[in-house]
């Protein structure tokens, strides 16, 4: 049994002692060899507990997204709106609560105290709300799934502690090429072959008529991403070149126009942060290899597998300079429509609780009912900083601008200082999220803490930061 397991995690016999160790010698006894295999059955353990959390977060994210179709949508139903996910998501986050001794350090991180202030005044929030609109707690709660969504958080620490990450993006991997090979077809035939998808057709200058399909593909943009930075960073491997293509297409064909800035502008900031850190001359020239290399295979992937690329090409050219003439005689734009909502947004705050805003109101909790209401409706939908301060008030608003600012702050600091690795990566993808968010994003984001709490994959991202911080901290580095 000793050498089965010894073999498993790979041990190595320590030379004149005729004992077994890992990264030392645990065995130059025969008791502290009886002691090694106890902490190999620990090990063991350990390691079947961060797999069967990891499984558990992917099924919750699968059914979350459909599962590519393999099961009815109604299976997914368990009573009125709640799905099978909803409580994967609940068993979750109580799991993770009752095993908190083990990421402990990571919940009492200074690094951490924006969060728990923000997710307790959710809390707050619904409590208060709950009375004031006189809602059943019971399913007011399962109503906001999408709200403790952001509580996801906790078990995302539990995992980084079980070091069960790797095995979560490779159980990913495989349904993400799935998922994104679906969203190309749909998004060409205009066939939902995807369930979760919605499609509309949108009419671009030129008389050009092209599908529009929103639905996930799957963390394609997150393999994607991590591709192109281990390009950057590391060396160029020519067999990722037709992932890094399926995984950039559907986001092209979604004919997202804030999608296609997000895109390039967090590939730049990882350009500069590596030339930054690096400050290497060679450094330019792999950038210059990288950006050729991809944009070559795009092209050639475009002729020669997308059907009617010159089509494609014509309706991208009109997608880019679509809006230029209501820009140039101020009718009818994308800004003066979200300065609309910002205003309703705005007015709405000012004649509620200015405190505390209007907190889970049944307009956007169940549904609108008036046509104000579907102004307010829209408008929340839209918008970012409006809504926060409507919905929560100056107290959720202040809570929110301090996140940013903080962590904005935070990531700076541990990319100083970290070296390149997936957590790296992560953690630059978090400053890419928050920046993009506040100077860039035209929709008057500002903030990456909206109507139903953290953004997506924040809930991620602020995790790998605490651990990666509470390791520099480990190793005096910060």
């Excluded at 060679?282 to 290399?293: G, H, N, S, W």
């Excluded at 209007?358 to 839209?382: N, Q």
């Excluded at 809570?399 to 541990?414: D, E, H, N, P, T």
Aim: net charge positive.
């Amino acid at each position: 049994m000793q050498k089965t397991l010894l073999n498993t995690f790979k041990y190595r016999k320590e030379s004149g002692n005729g004992g077994y160790g890992i990264y030392g010698n645990y065995a130059a006894s025969k008791s502290k060899y009886y002691y090694s295999e106890n902490i190999l059955k620990d090990e063991l353990v350990v390691s079947l507990k961060a797999r069967f959390l990891a499984i558990a977060l992917f099924l919750y994210f699968f059914i979350e997204n459909g599962t590519l179709g393999l099961l009815p949508e109604k299976v997914y139903y368990v009573y009125r709106n709640m799905r099978i996910s909803d409580l994967i998501l609940y068993a979750l986050v109580l799991y993770s609560w009752i095993n908190i001794r083990e990421y402990l350090d990571l919940f009492k991180s200074r690094a951490f105290f924006i969060v728990k202030l923000l997710l307790l005044y959710f809390l707050f929030e619904f409590a208060v709300s709950a009375i004031r609109y006189g809602f059943n707690p019971i399913e007011y709660f399962f109503r906001l799934k999408g709200l403790w969504s952001s509580f996801l958080i906790f078990p995302f620490m539990l995992l980084l502690k079980r070091n069960g990450l790797i095995f979560l993006f490779k159980m990913i991997l495989p349904f993400a090429v799935i998922a994104n090979v679906l969203y190309i077809i749909t998004a060409l035939t205009g066939i939902p072959f995807s369930p979760d998808v919605s499609i509309i057709t949108q009419k671009l200058p030129g008389n050009i008529e092209v599908f529009r399909v929103f639905g996930s593909t799957f963390f394609g943009e997150m393999f994607f991403f991590g591709f192109i930075f281990y390009w950057i960073t590391d060396r160029l491997k020519p067999k990722q070149i037709l992932l890094i293509v399926l995984f950039i297409i559907p986001h092209i064909l979604a004919f997202g126009r804030n999608a296609w800035a997000r895109f390039a502008f967090t590939i730049f900031l990882m350009f500069v942060i590596n030339f930054l850190r690096k400050k290497e001359f060679k450094i330019l020239l792999r950038q210059t290899v990288v950006f050729t290399v991809v944009g070559i295979a795009l092209l050639i992937a475009f002729i020669k597998f997308i059907p009617g690329s010159d089509f494609y090409f014509d309706a991208l050219e009109a997608r880019i300079f679509q809006g230029q003439e209501d820009i140039k005689y101020s009718e009818g734009t994308y800004g003066a429509r979200i300065i609309t909502q910002n205003d309703a947004l705005l007015r709405l705050w000012s004649n509620s609780d200015i405190i505390l805003g209007i907190g889970m109101h049944p307009m956007w909790v169940v549904k609108p009912e008036t046509r104000e209401e579907m102004l307010f409706y829209s408008a929340f939908c839209d918008v970012g900083w409006p809504s926060v301060l409507a919905a929560y008030g100056v107290i959720g608003f202040a809570l929110a601008l301090l996140f940013q600012i903080y962590y904005l702050r935070m990531s700076v600091k541990v990319i100083k200082r970290s070296k390149d690795s997936l957590y790296f990566f992560l953690v630059v993808m978090l400053l890419a999220k928050l920046l993009f968010d506040s100077l860039v994003n035209f929709s008057y984001m500002f903030l990456s803490v909206g109507l139903w709490g953290l953004f997506s994959m924040l809930y991620f991202f602020i995790p790998v930061l605490i651990y990666e911080y509470e390791n520099l901290k480990k190793q005096g580095k910060i």
